[in-house]
Nanobody
């Protein structure tokens, strides 16, 4: 069973930055790693993804230019650097592993437990 553990969430002010981390027990060379978020009363939405073997990351329009997804130097680690945070970024953020270059959360097989990000105005 693949396990994903997120960390790095917290409560910040608008304009601040946070870096989320995701450590996976296993990532295949063919894997796609994604970050998603879910605000109260809303559906889970795509934030960013990256192919494990490399290539151009993909971002949601709402975070493009502010968030950066990257692989860590440590084994099986993915980061989400979030800058210029806005109150509308408030959500539980999830890391996920899939095998397709897809924004649809249904394309991902394994999920972490999530980490809360709260941005005050």
């Amino acid at each position: 069973q693949v396990q994903l553990v997120e960390s790095g969430g917290g409560s910040v002010q608008a304009g601040d930055s946070l870096r989320l981390s995701c450590v996976a027990s296993s990532i295949l060379s063919s894997s796609v790693m994604g970050w998603f978020r879910q605000a109260p009363g809303k559906e889970r939405e795509f934030v960013a993804l990256i192919r494990w073997r490399g290539g151009t990351p993909l971002y949601a329009e709402s975070v493009k230019g502010r968030f950066t997804i990257s692989r860590g130097n440590a084994r099986n680690t993915v980061f989400l650097q979030m800058n210029s945070l806005k109150p509308e970024d408030t959500a539980v953020y999830y890391c996920a592993r899939g095998s397709r270059y897809e924004r649809n959360p249904l394309a991902y097989d394994y999920w972490g437990q999530g980490t809360q990000v709260t941005v005050a105005s």
